[in-house]
């Protein structure tokens, strides 16, 4: 596999301080078109895993190697957050425009038809296209959700990190959901680590799962295997 296509944490320990480290050793590498799945208990060090891979925080020990380099470049990971961190006075629109921007520097992008059409095919894709100038404090949890969602897809990264991006959605609106992400990630041979307490869930979308326990992040199958 070449490093340049592929995601990886090698020797890898995790956590906010020295002498708090929350998992070590961690050695999972991703290829393209690649989903792993993370779960294990509350406050054991997820969301931490998810930040250091994102480039948010710094490796306590080992490497992080995004498609060949320790930091990703602008735009290219596209992260759903646990707490979404959306505009909350800015219209849906906005908040996913500003993923569609993310990665291009130049200030006449975001009048782009490559700009309007990213941003309006993503919020179409999570069915939100009458909410298009709803602000986000007005809409539902589900729905805000969905714009975190909408908003990476409108970005294009080559890698999505999604914190229990399902949570709060009922039913349908998770199948659909979850079928663009995994389309996205699928047509695009994106590469994904997703955070999903529940089981069934992970096992509908990860190639293979992984669980922390015990300072440990321990692989527990290929899925399908
Ligand atoms: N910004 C921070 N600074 C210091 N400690 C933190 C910070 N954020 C989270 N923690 C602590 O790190 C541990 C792991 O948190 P987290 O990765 O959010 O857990 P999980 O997502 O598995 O529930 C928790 O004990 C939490 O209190
Ligand atoms: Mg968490």
Not at 32 to 46: F, L, T
Not at 144 to 150: D, I, L
Request: some cysteine; proline content about 3%; charged content about 25%.
């Amino acid at each position: 596999m070449d490093e340049d296509d592929a995601v990886g944490g090698y020797d890898l320990s995790i956590g906010y301080e020295r002498d708090a480290v929350l998992l070590e050793d961690i050695n999972m590498s991703l290829k393209p078109g690649e989903i792993v799945a993370v779960n294990g208990a509350s406050g054991i060090g997820k969301t931490t895993l998810l930040r250091t891979f994102a480039g948010l925080l710094n490796p306590l020990e080992g490497k992080v190697s995004i498609f060949g380099k320790t930091k990703a470049d602008r735009g290219e990971v596209g992260y759903i957050p646990q707490r979404l961190g959306l505009i909350r006075h800015a219209s849906v629109h906005h908040n996913v425009m500003m993923g569609a921007k993310a990665g291009h520097t130049s200030a006449w992008f975001p009048f782009s038809k490559v700009c309007k059409h990213h941003t309006l095919e993503a919020i179409d894709s999570v069915g939100l296209m009458h909410k298009l100038r709803t602000p986000i404090r007005k809409l539902s949890g589900g729905q805000q959700r969905r714009v975190a969602v909408a908003r990476t897809l409108a970005q294009k990264p080559r890698l999505i990190l999604a914190d229990e991006f399902l949570s709060e959605l009922d039913e349908e609106t998770l199948s659909m959901v979850m079928q663009k992400v995994l389309d996205y990630v699928k047509e695009n041979n994106a590469i994904m680590i997703l955070v999903e307490h529940d089981f069934e869930r992970a096992m509908q979308m990860a190639d293979r799962l992984f669980t922390a326990v015990d300072g440990k992040l321990v692989e527990i199958g290929a899925n399908g295997a």
